[in-house]
Antibody, heavy 119, light 107 residues
Framework: EVKLLESGGGLVQPGGSMRLSCAASGFTFTDFYMNWIRQPAGKAPEWLGFIRNKANGYTTEYNPSVKGRFTISRDNTQNMLYLQMNTLRAEDTATYYC??????????WGQGVMVTVSS | DIQMTQSPASLSASLEEIVTITCQASQDIGNWLAWYQQKPGKSPQLLIYGATSLADGVPSRFSGSRSGTQYSLKISRLQVEDIGIYYCLQAYSAPYTFGAGTKLELK
């Protein structure tokens, strides 16, 4: 069974940093692209970026809306995905999801973790 | 960025009714279109990928179609468990973009 479990969310002050983690299990982690997607309360999801699979060199793509502030990485020995978020703003407040997949299908999402940016 | 214009924003329908939701892409995205259902407090669940392929475990009353740059999700006979918010997602080119969502309610 595919499982994705996010952690690391909470309250952070504007300008601060936070790192989210996503523990993956139930599939061969290195075979898959992994995504971060966020969703502000009551709004549509927003794709933040992905990190490619082993066959594609684990390279990354980002949404311009977060490029330069957010960094996606993975630890393939631990089946972990990370999102490093810097210079956080109030508009970054959202539920953050990790999700498996690429252009063919983003098929499994985690349950999400809340991030609140507020003083 | 590719814009996905989703309609309607909200929809009220009766049990067993046929429901159709559409997404219009601002440019050609081929078949790289997925549909998701989201229930309150839950993460989105994949229904359709590749514009027309049914995801594993999804009831056959859900179907997807494409006409040019317009994509449709059809529920052939609405059931109580189909209530929620539906989103389309284009994965043709980064940044991937979602439609604004359709809130489906029971009449």
């Amino acid at each position: 069974e595919v499982k994705l479990l996010e952690s690391g969310g909470g309250l952070v002050q504007p300008g601060g940093s936070m790192r989210l983690s996503c523990a993956a299990s139930g599939f061969t982690f290195t075979d898959f692209y992994m995504n971060w997607i966020r969703q502000p309360a009551g709004k549509a999801p927003e794709w933040l970026g992905f990190i490619r699979n082993k066959a594609n060199g684990y390279t990354t793509e980002y949404n311009p809306s977060v490029k330069g502030r957010f960094t996606i990485s993975r630890d393939n020995t631990q089946n972990m995905l990370y999102l490093q978020m810097n210079t956080l703003r109030a508009e970054d407040t959202a539920t953050y999801y990790c999700a498996r997949g690429d252009w063919e299908a983003i098929d499994y999402w985690g349950q999400g973790v809340m991030v609140t940016v507020s003083s | 960025d590719i814009q996905m214009t989703q309609s309607p924003a909200s929809l009220s329908a009766s049990l067993e009714e046929i429901v159709t939701i559409t997404c219009q892409a601002s440019q050609d995205i081929g078949n790289w279109l997925a549909w998701y259902q989201q229930k309150p407090g839950k993460s989105p669940q994949l229904l359709i990928y590749g514009a027309t392929s049914l995801a594993d475990g999804v009831p056959s009353r859900f179907s997807g179609s494409r006409s040019g740059t317009q994509y449709s999700l059809k529920i052939s006979r609405l059931q109580v468990e189909d209530i929620g918010i539906y989103y389309c997602l284009q994965a043709y080119s980064a940044p991937y973009t979602f439609g604004a969502g359709t809130k489906l309610e029971l009449k």
